[in-house]
């Protein structure tokens, strides 16, 4: 199993470009979520899917959309970026049943917007 | 207010020392989780331990210690002659039952310097 993957693993990219973090997952997970981290503010969710077909907003939705393509993906979605969002992106999937279980998480993405 | 409160920033310590983090969080909920993680240098997060509200037995693994009291809201981890591969990034975070379990919160996080 590969768990939770990401992609790209970096990006570079200038104001008012778009682009879309991709995330999977094969543990069979109903909810994902997308985080970012940032010095010194800890994780802070951006938006979360808790089972396929539904999408919530999280602290931080402003400037990204998501798409819970289908049970494996969940995508991010940077329409016009700002360099106030570079940071480093984190995707994560957990199986849903009350509080029992953990969230596993992707190996990041450090997006650079100049 | 935080929901979680890792007031250590950064903690520095000489291998083989014993090591304390500090994890105090506020809910309403009387059914909650409390949850740790790492995440080392190469910056992947790393799942450590869980918790739920109604089991406060203290948690051994190895050098690795957890205490949780409600009564002060807390749920404080020790590490035990720490090494130089526990130098990390450690978080504390919360799940309620008033949010159906379905996020977690995290606190901002403790920076653990384990020098040889």
């Known amino acids: 199993n590969a768990g939770v993957t990401q992609t790209p693993k970096f990006q570079v990219l200038k104001t008012g470009q778009s682009m879309t973090l991709q995330c999977a997952q094969d543990m069979n997970h109903n909810s994902m979520y997308w985080y970012r981290q940032d010095p010194g503010m800890g994780l802070r969710l951006i938006y979360y899917s808790a089972s396929e077909g539904t999408t919530d907003k999280g602290e931080v939705p402003n400037g990204y959309n998501v798409s819970r393509l289908n049970k494996r993906e969940f995508s991010l979605r940077l329409e016009s970026a700002a360099p106030s969002q570079t940071s480093v992106y984190f995707c994560?999937?957990?199986?849903?049943?009350?509080?029992?279980?953990?969230?596993?998480f992707g190996p990041g993405t450090r997006l650079t917007v100049t | 207010a935080q929901k979680v409160t890792q007031a250590q920033t950064e903690i520095s310590v000489v291998e083989k020392e014993d090591v304390t983090l500090d994890c105090v969080y506020e809910?309403?909920?009387?059914?909650?989780?409390l949850f740790w993680y790492k995440q080392p240098p190469s910056g992947e997060l790393v799942f450590l331990i869980r918790r739920n509200s109604f089991d406060e037995q203290n948690e051994i693994s190895g050098r690795y210690s957890w205490n949780f009291q409600k009564s002060t809201s807390s749920f404080n981890f020790t590490i035990t002659a720490s090494q130089v591969v526990d130098s990390a990034v450690y978080f504390c975070a919360l799940s309620e039952a008033g949010s159906g379990y379905s996020t977690l919160t995290f606190g901002k996080g403790t920076m653990l310097l384990v020098s040889p």
């Open positions: 809910t309403r909920d009387t059914t909650y989780y």
């Open positions: 994560a999937s957990r199986l849903q049943d009350r509080g029992l279980y953990e969230q596993y």
